[in-house]
């Protein structure tokens, strides 16, 4: 019994040593209270955090885009064809905003509605001492700067390519120019071009009544008349009525006409021999002496 009684002890001394062993490396349990940390180091990791979510929202999500652009556009394009309304008065800037008629929230916009108009180029601005009123004004800028006949005969002659002016463009200071322009047409003032569908100009171009010399003198800028003589001899030439006509007298010309068949020249192409390259595994020796020694090969040595 004692032997026994002395094994049991023993047994129960080495469990327990084995459980304070283990015991230094176990986890800690969840109802164990949290580390203490300073205030510093807390206001530390709360910054860095924040400055994390901060950067991942910048790269994650698009930039959001300045609220009122919109707006002020529509507000510049209402207050375009208010000037243009104005048929190239000069209108003063607080007229326009009146007639805008922003409301509170939208006062915030008027510096650069100004701005806008300032840097458009179908508005041009009037300064203070330019406007006559003692305000900053604007005033619609057309794309041809013409209100009536003489103002357009003068603007042709100061045009520095014949490229014509567009009826289309004109009516964007001149909406009523298709009268003047018939009238001007008619005195030979201007030359027009003509839409095929309803007759109506389409471009027009600078023209003299000097230079229509078989209308008859009605101004003292006009010459006058052709002599007679001329213009029945100018009434007896004959115009070939159709291609084959021209093409006729063109030949008895001794001109060649463009519409006539050429002939096609046929071009025999003679094949040029192809040069073999040398095989492969061949040895050419003495190459740079071809020219100089000859050649004893096809005689046989008795």
Known sequence: MSSLAASLSKYKSEVADAASRNAQYARPSSSAPPRSSTPKAAAAAVAANAEKRSHDAAFSQPAAPIAGGKEIMTQVVQA?????EKNFQIVPYEHV????????DLQKNIPLIKRALQGHDRVQYVGKHESGNGKESFKYRPLHPVTDGDEL???LATLDTAQGVPVKELKDGWPDCIDTINRLEAAGHILVTRNKKDSTPRAIWRDSPSYHLDAPAKSNDQVGKVDQDFV???QKVKLPS???EVRNELERAGITPTSAVREVRKVEMKKKDRKRAPRAGTKTTNSHMLGVLKDYS???VA
């Not at 905003?97 to 509170?104: G, H, V």
Request: glycine residues 0%.
């Open 242 to 244: 159709n291609e084959s």
């Open 232 to 234: 029945e001899y100018w």
């Open 97 to 104: 905003i009146s007639y805008l008629s922003l409301p509170n």
């Open 80 to 84: 375009i064809n208010y000037l243009k």
């Open 153 to 155: 005969r003068t603007y």
């Open 298 to 300: 096809n005689r046989k």
